[in-house]
């Protein structure tokens, strides 16, 4: 059975940083892209970023220069590396990917930017 499992969340200081994983099982997730999302409070799920199977990645502009997705083929996982954290950055970060069977999503994790 095809699971990603998100983990890496938590409540961070403005300016501060955090890393999100994503492990992939029933999947070799190098051959898939593979999206980070989130939903803020009374907000529509939105990309955070994306890397496709052949490694090229997308960004949301609010988000440039200062998240950055990767992926270890060697540990089936994505990660989501974030600097520079904003208040708005707060939202549940869902891991997401795109198999030929359709979109498969993690259970989500919390990332709160508070001083």
């Known amino acids: 059975q095809v699971q990603v499992v998100e983990s890496g969340g938590g409540l961070v200081q403005p300016g501060g940083s955090l890393r999100l994983s994503c492990a992939a099982s029933?999947?070799?997730?190098?051959?898939?892209?593979m999206g980070w999302y989130r939903q803020a409070p009374g907000k529509q799920r939105e990309l955070v970023a994306r890397?496709?199977?052949?490694?090229?990645?997308n960004y949301a502009d609010s988000v440039k220069g200062r998240f950055t997705i990767s992926r270890d083929n060697a540990e089936n996982t994505v990660y989501l590396q974030m600097n520079s954290l904003k208040p708005e950055d707060t939202a549940v970060y869902y891991c997401?990917?795109?198999?030929?069977?359709?979109?498969?999503w993690g259970q989500g994790t919390q990332v709160t930017v508070s001083s």
């Open positions: 890397i496709s199977s052949g490694g090229v990645t």
């Open positions: 029933g999947m070799l997730s190098r051959f898939y892209a």
């Open positions: 997401n990917a795109n198999l030929p069977s359709g979109s498969k």
